[in-house]
């Protein structure tokens, strides 16, 4: 009998662990931000909106591979959970043209940052998991805060030891 409540209480907590992973339990209009922050923890950026509301960014999984955009409107209500690494994200991206602001709009806080001093760039880094394979994506700003480069690259340092198992 204790073996059966014990797999009831972990079979429970990892239902509960995956409902607050994606925020996939929010239902728009409904849910509010004090909701979304309770289920899915402190978000790791908040940024306000023009006219009221704000997003909140989830960077999930290793490294941070999926990040979740919780849109809340200015009523407080969730309107939306999305994913943000998405290829359809990235296809927004205008080189000499989109700002600093927006990436960081579109995609939440990069993972990591770099310098590039002679090159007078700065560069975001952002891991994304695909159905295929892990990716890094590069977004590389000149000191005007203008997207100047752009890379998908496979991560291999993310692939376990002898290689990928995933279809390629």
């Known amino acids: 009998m204790k073996t059966l409540y014990v797999a009831t209480c972990l079979a429970a907590g990892l239902l509960a662990g995956c409902a607050s992973y994606s925020g996939s339990s929010l239902v728009a209009g409904k849910s509010t931000a004090a909701e979304a922050e309770a289920l899915m923890g402190k978000p790791a950026e908040r940024v306000e909106k023009p006219g009221g509301g704000s997003v909140l960014y989830y960077p999930r999984g290793p490294a941070g591979r999926e990040t979740y955009a919780v849109l809340i409107g200015a009523d407080g209500k969730v309107q939306a959970v999305e994913q ?5 994200n990235i296809a927004k991206l205008v080189l000499g043209t989109t700002t600093a602001r927006e990436v960081r709009e579109l995609f939440g806080p990069p993972a990591h940052t770099a310098q590039l001093p002679r090159r007078e760039r700065e560069v975001w880094e952002y891991p994304m998991d695909t159905t295929a394979m892990p990716y890094v994506l590069y977004v590389q700003l000149s000191s005007d805060g203008i997207v100047r480069e752009v890379f ?5 340092a993310a692939e376990p030891p002898g290689g990928s198992d995933r279809i390629k």
């Open 84 to 88: 943000r690494l998405t290829d359809g």
């Open 152 to 156: 998908k690259i496979k991560d291999y």
